[in-house]
C-alpha cells in the first residue's frame, strides 16, 4: 500500500485502506439539506435532488494477460425545480463553492423557458420503503490485488489447456439518495461484482458469465471452466442450412431476447402506441406457461425500492399464464390512466415515463440436461449477439449466436455448427415453449440482468448462416 | 487544471511510473426532446474530474477522480500507480509504445454558433413547431423531436511533455413521426434516425437541417408506408441513400478495422475481426472504385471524429483504410502501432469522459466519392431497390455477416423511381457486398454523417463517429430476408 492512498482527503473519503468507501448516508443528507436549503432561499416553490455516488474498479484481461485495470470514484447532484407547473433538470459533479447555487438558477431558467404543463404533479410527500439488503462489505473491501490473483488463475486454466482467455472481473459500490422539499428522503446502497470470460480454442470460442451483489455468490474459476469446456466442444463447426429449429436458449440467451420486451410493459408506451401490447392488454397473447412479473424484492435482483420520483416499487404481474394484465405506472402516467402508480418512473422530465427495471419469468422444473435429453433434433445456443428490433408491433428481432452453437441430435449434443442470424418474434417465440428450466439470475450483454428460466423452443426462425 | 495534470504526473512518478498521461475533461450538455406536442427531457449537465493512465513494471493502470484538488489528483495518481502494480500480477510483455514527439498546443473546433447561447426559448419553439407540423398530417400517432449539444475541454498531459488543451462543440437534432395502424408500426425519420444528424460544430447545424420544411413529409410518408408493398424477398441491384451507407461503412469496414479487436482485446465483448493481420495489404476488401479513409483532420470535414489530436496526444492523421478495393490500413493506437509494423500511431485513441481509458475508436470513416449523380444513377439501373433511413442494424461478433432494413424504399423500374416499398431489408457478406459496388455518387452529393451512439468498451462507452458517404450502388444483393418467414 502507498502512503498517498494512506491520506485522506478533505471529504474523508479517501480510505485508508487501498480500496475507497462511500460516503454516509448522513453525509449525502447533508449534501440534499443544503442543496434544498439553497433553493428554498433562492425561491423555488419545490425542488427535488438526487444525489449518486459510485466507487467503480474493472480488471480486464485479453490473451491470457491483464490489458485494462481501471479504477473510478464519482459523485453526482442532480436537482429538478418545479416552478409555475414547469420543470427542468440540471446535474453536476462539482458541488463545492457556488456551484449549487449555479445549478439551481440553471434550472430555473431552463424551466422557465418552455409553456406551462398542465399535467405536471407537484413533488410527493413523504413515502414508506420496504427495507432492502444489497451491500456486501467484502464485495466493497475487494482489492486490485484479488481480481487480478483471480484473472491470473484463469488465464493458467487456459494456457494450461491451450487456449485463449479474454474477459472482465469487475466490483463496485453505489448509492442513491433521493430527497425533495415536501420532506421525501429515500436512500440505497448496493455493491455488485461480475465475472465474465471467453476462451477461444482453435477459431472455436466459448464463454460465461456470473453477476451478483456479493462477489462470494460469482465463482471465476467455474465460470472459466464452463467456458473452456464448452470452447472445446466447439471447434470445427460445420454449416447447417437455414430454416425453422428447436433451439434450447440457455438463461443468458433467454434474458438477451426477452429482455427487449421491458419497455412494451411501460404505460406511456401503450399510451404512444408503439407498444406489442398495444390493443392486446387481457387477450391471450402467449403461450399458457409464460408468467412474467416485475419484483425488485426478489432474493436475486437488485435495485432501489423506489423510483425516480420516489415512489416505492410494488410488485406487478404483468403477464399471467400467456395474457398480458398489467402495466407499470409512473405518477403521470397512473393519473392519466386513473390508477395508482406502481413505483416504476424514470427521473423527470423524461418524454418515456416508466419501465420494469426487475423482470422475472416465471420458470419450470426441466433443466437443460433433460430439455437436450428430450430433444430429437435441435440447438443448444450459448448467448446471443447485436439484438435489434425489426418489427415493433410483432416484436420481430434479429441478432447472431454467438459463443457456442451446438447441435442435439437424439437427446445428445452432437457437434458444433456454424452460427446463424435469426429473424423471430418474441411473442411467437413465447407461444412455442416446449419446456422450461428453473429460473435464475441472469447476465448478459444486451438486457440488464433479470430472473429468467433456460427455454426449450419450437419452430425458432434461424434465416442465414455465417462463415464461423 | 495544468496544476492537477502537472501534479499528477509528478506523483505518478515519482511512485515508479515509468510512463504516464492525464487528462482533466470538462464535459457540458445540454438535452431537449419533444413527443407529440409537449416538451420531453428538458436538462442540462456537466461533468469535471481527471483520469490518470500509467505505466509501471511494464503494465497499465488507470485511475479516475472528481476531487480536482492537489489532495485529491494525488491519491488519483498513487491508486493508478497501485492498480499497475496488480496488472503486472498477470502481464505477459511490456508495454511498448510507438514514439512520438511531444506537443504544446491549443486547439479549437469549428463552431459558427456556440449553441449554449441562442435562447432555450427558441430551441424549443422551433422542436414544437416541428412537432406541430407532423401532427397536422392525419393518421400520425406519434411525434418526437430533439436537439443535443455538448461542449467538451480537455487538457492532455504527458510525462513526455505534451500539454493539448482542445475544445469541441458538438451539436445534433432530428424529427421522427411514427404512424400505428392495424398490427403495424412505421416511422420516417429526418435527417436521419435514432437522433438525427450530429456534426462538431454548433447551431449552425439545426438551422441547415431545416426541421419545419421536411416534417409534414416525414408524417406523409409514415402514413403511406402503411399502404405501400411490402419489399420482395429477391436478389437485386440496391442503392443506398447516404445515411444508410454510412451505417453499412460504420459496422462493416470501421468496426472490422480497429486494432485492439484484430488483436483479441475485445474478444469478450464487442468481439474480434475478420481482417486478421494476415490479409493487410493481402485482401480485396471492395471493387476497384472502393476507397475509404480514416481521417481525423478538420479538413476532411466537421464530423464526430475530427480533433487535432487524440486523447494519447497523437496528431490527426488520415489513414487508407482501402485503396482502389485494396485493404491497406488499421486504426492504430501508440501501443499497438508495432504490431502492424508502423513507426507510429494512426492517432485514434479517443476516451469518453475524464473518467474511461481511452481505446482504439473510429475517427471519421469515410467513403471518398465517385463520380455519379443521384439521377443518373437511377436513370442507369434498370431494375433495383433504393433504400434510405436506418430501421435496424446487426452484424456477427467477427463483422462478417449483416443484416441492416431501412425505414423506406423505391422500387427501380427501367431507370426511374416507381413505388414505394414497406420494410425494406437487406443482408449479405461484408466483403462480397463491398466488392459488388460499381457506382458511387460524387461530391456534391457526399455528406459526413455523425453516428453518436457507438459503445465499445468494457465499462461500456459511447463515442460519436464520423462516416462520409454519398449514395452508392450494388449489384446482385439479398433482399427482404429480415421480413421473410421461410
Known sequence: ?468 | MWDYCGHSLDVARLRGATYADVRVMHLRQSDLTTKSGEVGTLGQSESVGLGIRVVVNGAWGFASTDQLTREGVAVCAAQAVSVAKASALAKKEDVQLAAEASYVDSWQGPCQKDPFEIPLEAQIDLLLKADAAMRQVKGVTLTETDMQFRKIDSWFASSAGSKIHQRRVLSGCGIVATCFKGDAIQKRSYPNSFGGQHILGGYELIEAMDLLKHAPQMAEEAVALHSAAQCPEKKSTLILGGSQLGLQIHESVGHPIELDRVLGQEANFAGTSFLTLDKLNNLRYASPIVNVVADARPAHGPGLGTFAYDDEGVPAQCIDVIKDGEFRGYLSSRETAHLIGLERSGGTMRTESWNRLPMIRMTNVSLLPGTWTPENLIADTDDGIFMETNRSWSIDDRRYQFQFSTEIAWEIKGGKKARMLKNPSYSGITTEFWNSCDAICNADHWVLWGTPNCGKGQPMQTMGTGHGAAPARFRNIKIGTAFSNE
Open chain 1, 1 to 468: 500500500m502507498s502512503a498517498a492512498t494512506k491520506t485522506r482527503s478533505h471529504s474523508g473519503r479517501r480510505a485508508a485502506s487501498a480500496e475507497l468507501q462511500l460516503r454516509t448516508v448522513r453525509e449525502l443528507r447533508a449534501i440534499t439539506d443544503r442543496v434544498l436549503r439553497i433553493a428554498k432561499t433562492a425561491g423555488m416553490p419545490e425542488t427535488e435532488v438526487h444525489v449518486d455516488e459510485v466507487i467503480d474498479a474493472l480488471t480486464r484481461f485479453a490473451n491470457n494477460s491483464i490489458h485494462q485495470h481501471v479504477a473510478e470514484h464519482g459523485l453526482t447532484v442532480s436537482l429538478r425545480v418545479v416552478v409555475d407547473g414547469r420543470t427542468a433538470r440540471v446535474t453536476t459533479n462539482r458541488i463545492e463553492g457556488d456551484a449549487i447555487r449555479g445549478a439551481i438558477e440553471s434550472a430555473a431558467s431552463l424551466a422557465a423557458s418552455q409553456p406551462r404543463d398542465p399535467g405536471l404533479l407537484p413533488l410527493p410527500a413523504r413515502q414508506n420503503y420496504r427495507a432492502v439488503r444489497r451491500f456486501s462489505s467484502a464485495t466493497a473491501a475487494l482489492s486490485a490485488d484479488s481480481r487480478a490473483r483471480a484473472v491470473k488463475n484463469t488465464c493458467t486454466l487456459a494456457e494450461t489447456r491451450g487456449q485463449i482467455a479474454a474477459g472482465l472481473f469487475s466490483s463496485g459500490q453505489s448509492q442513491s439518495v433521493l430527497a425533495n422539499s415536501r420532506g421525501l428522503f429515500a436512500a440505497y446502497r448496493q455493491t455488485q461484482a461480475e465475472f465474465s470470460v471467453t476462451m477461444q480454442q482453435g477459431s472455436a470460442t466459448s464463454w460465461a458469465k456470473g453477476n451478483a451483489s456479493d462477489f462470494r455468490a460469482v465463482d471465476p474459476m467455474a465460470l472459466a471452466k464452463t467456458a473452456s469446456e464448452k470452447a472445446a466442444r466447439a471447434e470445427n463447426p460445420t454449416e447447417l442450412a437455414p430454416g425453422r429449429y428447436t433451439v434450447i436458449l440457455e438463461p443468458a440467451a433467454v434474458l438477451d431476447l426477452v429482455g427487449f420486451l421491458f419497455y412494451d410493459f411501460a404505460a406511456t408506451a401503450v399510451r404512444d402506441q408503439r407498444s406489442c401490447f398495444s390493443g392486446r392488454l387481457g387477450k391471450p397473447l402467449l403461450g399458457e406457461n409464460i408468467s412474467i412479473r416485475d419484483d425488485v424484492y426478489h432474493p436475486e435482483q437488485l435495485g432501489a425500492p423506489f423510483d425516480g420520483e420516489g415512489s416505492p416499487r410494488q410488485p406487478v404481474i404483468l403477464v399471467d399464464n400467456g395474457v398480458p394484465r398489467n402495466l407499470v405506472y409512473s405518477r403521470r402516467s397512473a393519473k392519466k390512466a386513473g390508477t395508482r402508480p406502481t413505483g416504476h418512473g424514470f427521473a423527470l422530465p423524461n418524454e418515456y415515463g416508466e419501465a420494469p427495471m426487475n423482470l422475472v419469468i416465471g420458470g419450470g422444473k426441466t433443466s437443460v440436461e433433460e430439455m437436450i435429453a428430450g430433444t430429437d433434433r435441435g440447438l443448444l445456443v450459448t448467448r446471443l449477439w447485436y439484438i435489434r428490433e425489426l418489427d415493433p408491433y410483432e416484436k420481430v428481432m434479429t441478432g447472431m449466436t454467438r459463443d457456442g452453437l451446438f447441435l442435439v441430435e437424439k437427446g445428445k449434443v452432437a457437434r458444433s455448427v456454424r452460427n446463424f442470424r435469426f429473424n423471430q418474434s418474441i411473442l411467437q417465440m413465447l407461444k412455442s415453449v416446449e419446456a422450461l428450466g428453473p429460473s435464475r439470475r441472469a447476465t448478459a450483454e444486451e438486457s440488464f440482468e433479470m430472473v429468467v428460466p433456460p427455454m426449450k423452443i419450437s419452430n425458432f426462425h434461424l434465416s442465414e448462416v455465417t462463415k464461423f
